[in-house]
C-alpha cells in the first residue's frame, strides 16, 4: 500500500470512531454500567483510538516528507501530485511577465526540486450526487494541515474526554439543581446523564474531524452545521436551567446568520463553477477526463499558481456577452464556443467576475465569522460558557472555534487581497474588543471566553494579513494553551464552586497543580520567553502573527492600524491573563469559606493538565534539524500564496506581502522585541493592581467609570442587538400574531360557525323528517304485529275450528264460483 | 224427498237422490267416509280432554283411509292397468302406520303435560299462545 491509500484509511477510521462510540452509547447508554458510568470509557476509547490511528498517520506523514529547516521554499509540493511535474516548464515561461515575480521567484525555483512527492491527496469515498459536472461527493482532502490537525483534534479530544469522566462523577447519580428554582419553591431533581454527555462529546468529535479532513466545501458545510448541532447539544447539557437554554439557542441562532453568509459564499461557487472541490479530481469530469478543483480553478498551474478570476466567473459574471456570441454563432456552436475562449481574457482585464470572487470569498468567510465568533457575530461565545467546562475547554474554545479559522486556511488560495483585507480588519476589530471587555470580566470562564474570542481574531488577523502560516500556527499553540486554561479554570471551579474570581484568591497553596500549570497557559497565551533564545509555544506563534502584521502594515501604510492592533492586544491579554491567575490564585483568600474548603483536584483531572501544558510549552519549538509545527505547515501551504500578492480592486492598492519576508532581520526583531514589551507591561500592570495592591484597581474603575461601565456591559452589544434585531423581530412577530389571531382566526372560526349552523339544519332535516319516515314504517310494522299476535291464542279447538270454517269457506266460495261449470 | 236429502239445496237434489236406489259403490264409501271425517272433525273441535281430541285424529285418518280403498275399486280404474289395483290399501295400511306413530308422541306429549300441568284440558295447553 502507498502513502495515497495508506492516509485515507487511517484518517477515515480515525475518522469514523466517535461515530462507532456515539451510536453505541446512543443506543446501550444507559445500560453501560451503573447510571451508565461506562459510557465514559467507550467514548475515551474511541477518541484513543482516533488518537492512535492520527499519530500512525502522522507517523507514516513524517517518513514520506521529512520536515526540512528550510520551510517556505517547499511550498511546491503542494501542488497535486499528478500536475507537479507537468507544469514546470510554464512556471518559468510565465514568471516573466508576472508583476509579482520578483519576490516569487526565488521561492519557486527552489520549490520545484521539493515537488517530487505531492504533498496533498484528494479522492471520494462516496459520490451522493452526479449530474453532469456536477458532483457531491464524500471525500478527503489530506495534506501535512490535515494531518497535523487531527493529531492535534484527537490529543485535545483525549484529555477533555479523561479530564471529564472525572468532572462529570455528579451526573452518576441523581442531581439536584440548585440553580433550578421550580414554581413550589425546590430545586430540580433529576436522574443524571452522563451517558448522554459522552454521547454528544463523541458526536462532536466525529463532526470536527469530518470537517477537517472534508475533500469539498459541501462536505464541510454538513460537518460545520454537525458541529453546530452538537454544540447546542452541549451548551444545553443543563437546558433545565433557563440560561444554558437561552445560549445554546443563541449559539445556534447567531451561528445560522454567519451560515446565511456561507450558503452565499457556495451558491457563487457553486453556480459559476460547478464545483466545490478543493483539488483536482481525475477521471471525474466530462469524458472522463480530470475535473479541476478549486484550487486549480483559482490559481491554475499555467500561470504559476498567481491568483487570477477563473474561466467560469468570468463568464458567468458577463452572461450577456457570452450569450450574444451564442447567439451570432448560433449555426455554427463550435465557433462561438472558440471566440467565447478566446475572449475571456480580454473580459478578465475588463474586470468581469472580480465581484464574484469577492462574494464567494467573504460568503465562506461570514460562516467563519459565525462559527469562530468574529465581529459582528462573537456574542454567542461568552454566553456559551453556560455549558459544562470540559465543552467549553473542548467545543468552544480549542476546536470548534478554531473551525472557521481552519476553513479560512483550506479556503486561502481562493481569497483575493481584498477578502483579506476584510478578514484581517474583522480580525483586528474582535481581537481589540474581546481583549477590552475580558479586562473587567469576573467570571473566570467568561474571561477565558473573551479571550478565546480575542485569540481567534488574531488568527483571523494573521491570516487575513497574509501570515497562512501564523495564523495556523497560532491556532494550533492556542488550542493547547487556551483547553489548558479551561481545564484548569474547570479545576478551579470544581473545587470552589464558583466562578466569580473576586471570592477566590490565594487558591495557590491548596491546589499547587492546578496553579501551576495555569501558570504555564497563562505565559503561554501571552508568548511569554527570552526574545531570540526560546519561549513558551504562544512566543513563536504570536512573534510570527506580529512580524506579519508589521510586514503588512509597511508594505500597506494605509492600514499599519492593524500592526498596532495587534500588538495593543498583546499588551490587553498579558493584563487580562494575569489579572486572572493573580485574582484566583495569589495574595490572601477573600472568601475564606471558600478558599477553606477548596481541594486539588482527583488525578484523573490533573494528569491531562499536565500533558496539556507539556504541550503548551513545546508545541512551538523547532528542534535541531528543522523538525517542528512551522515548518511541518510550511508543506501543506497552498500552491502559490508564498509569494507576494499585489491587486487594486475595491480598498485601493494592497500588497499581501510574501510570509518569508516577515522572517527577515529587521521586522522580526522588531516584531519580537515589540510582543516582548507590551507582553512584560501588560503583566507588571496586572502585578501592580492585583499582586503588589500599588494601584487600587476600585480607583481605576471609580476614575475611568464611564469607560468601565462600558466595558462591564459588554460595549453593549447585547442590548444592541437586542435593540436592532430582537425587539423587531418580536414586533413583526407579534403583528403576524396578531394577524393570524385577529384575521386569520376569525375567519375560519366565521366558516366553521357557518358551517356549524348548516349541520344543525341538516341534522333538523335528518331527526324530524328522514327518521320520522323510517320510524313510522317501523311502528306500523311493529303494530301490525302486535294486532295479528292476537289470532294467536293457544286454543287447539279454537285453531280446529278456524281450520273446518276455512275450508267449509273454501267449499262454499268454490261450490258458489264453479257454480255454472258444476250445473253443468 | 228423502231423509238423506232434506235440507240440502235443490241443486245438490239430484247428486245425492240415486244413492238409495243404486247397488252399493264407491259413492257409498266415499259418504261413509265423509262421515267418519266429520265425526272426527267434530270430535277434535268439541272435545277439551286430549285423549277425546286424539280419537277425533284417528276417526279423520280412518275417514281418510276408508276414501283410500273406495277409490281403489276397480270400478274406477280403467282396464288393462298392468297394477295389481292394490294401491289405496297399501297407502290406507301406511296411515295406519304413521297414525300408530303419532298416537304414540301424541301420547307422549300428553304425558309430559299432564306432569307439568297436572291437567289434560287442552284449553290448559296455551302456553305458546302469542
Known amino acids: 500500500m502507498d502513502l495515497a491509500s495508506q492516509l485515507p484509511m487511517l484518517l477515515g477510521l480515525a475518522w469514523l470512531a466517535p461515530l462507532v462510540s456515539f451510536v453505541a452509547i446512543l443506543f446501550f447508554g444507559p445500560r453501560m454500567g451503573h447510571h451508565g458510568k461506562n459510557a465514559a470509557w467507550v467514548a475515551t476509547a474511541a477518541i484513543v483510538t482516533s488518537l492512535g490511528l492520527s499519530l500512525a498517520a502522522f507517523g507514516i506523514w513524517l517518513t514520506a516528507h521529512p520536515v526540512t529547516a528550510v520551510s517556505h521554499d517547499s511550498h511546491g509540493a503542494a501542488v497535486d501530485g499528478h500536475a507537479a511535474d507537468s507544469h514546470d516548464a510554464n512556471e518559468h515561461e510565465s514568471h516573466g511577465n508576472e508583476a509579482n515575480a520578483d519576490h516569487g521567484d526565488h521561492a519557486d525555483h527552489s520549490g520545484q526540486h521539493a515537488a517530487v512527492v505531492p504533498a496533498a491527496y484528494s479522492g471520494d469515498w462516496y459520490t451522493l450526487y452526479q449530474g453532469g459536472s456536477l458532483r457531491l461527493s464524500i471525500g478527503w482532502y489530506i495534506d501535512a494541515l490535515t494531518v497535523m490537525m487531527f493529531v492535534v483534534v484527537t490529543f485535545i479530544a483525549t484529555c477533555i474526554h479523561v479530564y471529564a469522566s472525572g468532572y462529570m462523577h455528579d451526573e452518576l447519580h441523581d442531581v439536584t439543581d440548585h440553580e433550578v428554582h421550580l414554581s413550589d419553591g425546590g430545586h430540580l431533581h433529576r436522574p443524571g446523564r452522563f451517558p448522554r454527555f459522552f454521547q454528544a462529546l463523541s458526536l462532536f468529535c466525529f463532526s470536527m474531524l469530518g470537517i477537517l479532513i472534508a475533500g469539498n466545501l459541501a462536505m464541510v458545510f454538513i460537518f460545520w452545521e454537525l458541529v453546530g448541532i452538537c454544540s447546542w447539544f452541549l451548551i444545553g447539557f443543563y437546558f433545565e436551567r433557563k440560561s444554558a437554554s437561552t445560549a445554546a439557542n443563541k449559539a445556534f441562532i447567531v451561528n445560522r446568520v454567519g451560515d446565511f453568509g456561507m450558503l452565499i459564499g457556495l451558491m457563487a461557487l457553486w453556480g459559476a463553477l460547478g464545483t466545490l472541490h478543493f483539488a483536482d479530481s481525475p477521471a471525474a469530469g466530462a469524458g472522463g477526463q480530470t475535473a479541476p478543483g478549486l484550487f486549480s480553478l483559482v490559481r491554475p498551474a499555467e500561470s504559476g499558481h498567481a491568483l487570477q478570476v477563473p474561466d467560469g466567473m468570468v463568464k458567468f459574471a458577463n452572461a450577456s456577452g457570452v450569450s450574444q456570441i451564442a447567439l451570432d454563432n448560433a449555426s455554427r456552436p463550435g465557433d462561438g464556443a472558440n471566440e467565447i475562449a478566446s475572449r475571456i481574457r480580454d473580459w478578465r482585464s475588463e474586470g468581469y467576475g472580480r465581484w464574484l470572487l469577492f462574494i464567494a470569498g467573504v460568503g465562506i468567510f461570514c460562516g467563519c465569522v459565525g462559527k469562530s465568533a468574529q465581529f459582528p457575530l462573537f456574542v454567542w461565545l461568552p454566553d456559551a460558557m453556560e455549558g459544562p467546562t470540559p465543552v467549553s475547554a473542548l467545543v468552544h474554545s480549542a476546536t470548534m472555534v478554531a473551525a472557521g479559522v481552519y476553513l479560512v486556511g483550506r479556503f486561502y488560495p481562493v481569497l483575493t487581497p481584498d477578502v483579506l483585507l476584510v478578514i484581517a480588519v474583522i480580525g483586528g476589530i474582535t481581537l481589540f474588543i474581546a481583549a477590552t471587555i475580558a479586562l473587567v470580566a469576573n467570571d473566570i470562564k467568561r474571561v477565558l471566553a473573551y479571550s478565546t474570542v480575542s485569540q481567534l481574531g488574531y488568527m483571523m488577523l494573521a491570516l487575513g494579513v497574509g501570515g497562512w502560516s501564523a495564523g495556523l500556527f497560532h491556532l494550533v499553540t492556542h488550542a493547547f494553551f487556551k483547553s489548558l486554561l479551561f481545564l484548569c479554570s474547570g479545576s478551579v471551579i470544581h473545587a470552589c464552586h464558583t466562578n466569580d474570581m473576586r471570592k477566590m484568591g490565594g487558591l495557590a497553596r491548596v491546589m499547587p497543580w492546578t496553579a501551576g500549570t495555569m501558570l504555564v497557559g497563562c505565559l503561554a497565551i501571552i508568548g511569554a520567553g527570552i526574545p531570540f533564545v526560546i519561549g513558551l509555544s504562544g512566543y513563536y506563534s504570536k512573534d510570527a502573527i506580529l512580524a506579519q502584521a508589521l510586514s503588512y502594515s509597511q508594505a500597506n501604510p494605509s492600514w499599519s492600524i492593524l500592526f498596532y492592533a495587534v500588538a495593543g492586544g498583546a499588551f490587553l491579554t498579558a493584563f487580562y491573563m494575569f489579572r486572572l491567575w493573580f485574582m484566583t490564585f495569589a495574595g490572601a483568600p477573600r472568601d475564606h469559606h471558600i478558599a477553606d474548603h477548596a481541594h486539588e483536584s482527583p488525578n484523573v483531572m490533573v494528569v491531562p493538565l499536565v500533558a496539556l501544558s507539556v504541550l503548551a510549552i513545546v508545541a512551538g519549538w523547532t528542534l535541531p534539524g528543522g523538525f517542528g509545527l512551522a515548518n511541518l505547515l510550511e508543506q501543506a501551504r497552498p500552491a502559490g500564496t508564498a509569494a507576494t500578492m499585489s491587486d487594486s480592486f475595491l480598498f485601493g492598492n494592497l500588497t499581501v506581502p510574501a510570509e518569508h519576508l516577515s522572517h527577515e532581520g529587521a521586522i522580526h526583531v522588531t516584531a519580537t522585541l515589540t510582543a516582548f514589551t507590551t507582553a512584560a507591561a501588560g503583566v507588571l500592570l496586572a502585578a501592580m493592581m492585583y499582586l503588589w495592591r500599588i494601584i487600587s484597581p476600585e480607583m481605576v474603575a471609580s476614575v475611568f467609570r464611564p469607560i468601565y461601565s462600558f466595558l462591564a456591559n459588554r460595549w453593549y452589544f447585547d442590548e444592541l442587538y437586542n435593540a436592532i434585531f430582537v425587539r423587531p423581530v418580536f414586533a413583526v412577530a407579534s403583528l403576524a400574531s396578531g394577524t393570524d389571531r385577529g384575521v386569520i382566526d376569525r375567519l375560519i372560526d366565521g366558516i366553521a360557525w357557518s358551517a356549524r349552523q348548516l349541520a344543525g339544519f341538516d341534522a333538523w332535516i335528518d331527526r324530524n323528517l328522514v327518521d320520522g319516515l323510517v320510524n313510522a314504517t317501523a311502528t306500523a310494522t311493529w303494530n301490525a304485529g302486535l294486532e295479528l299476535k292476537k289470532l294467536q291464542t293457544g286454543r287447539l279447538r279454537q285453531y280446529v275450528m278456524f281450520i273446518v270454517i276455512g275450508t267449509v269457506a273454501l267449499f262454499v266460495l268454490a261450490s258458489m264460483l264453479f257454480r255454472a261449470a258444476l250445473a253443468g | ?130
Open chain 2, 1 to 130: 224427498m228423502n231423509l238423506l236429502t232434506a235440507g240440502l239445496p235443490s241443486t245438490a237434489i239430484p247428486l245425492f237422490a240415486g244413492l238409495l236406489d243404486a247397488p252399493v259403490g264407491v259413492a257409498h264409501y266415499l259418504v261413509v267416509g265423509a262421515i267418519l271425517f266429520t265425526s272426527g272433525v267434530v270430535c277434535m273441535a268439541l272435545k277439551r280432554n286430549a285423549l277425546g281430541v286424539l280419537m277425533g285424529i284417528e276417526l279423520v285418518l280412518n275417514g281418510a283411509n276408508v276414501n283410500f280403498v273406495a277409490f281403489s275399486s276397480p270400478y274406477l280404474r280403467g282396464e288393462g292397468s298392468a297394477s295389481l289395483g292394490l294401491d289405496g290399501q297399501l297407502i290406507a295400511l301406511f296411515v295406519i302406520l304413521l297414525a300408530a306413530a303419532e298416537a304414540a308422541v301424541a301420547l307422549a306429549i300428553t304425558l309430559n303435560f299432564y306432569n307439568n300441568h297436572a291437567t289434560v284440558d287442552i284449553d290448559q295447553a296455551d302456553d305458546l299462545k302469542g
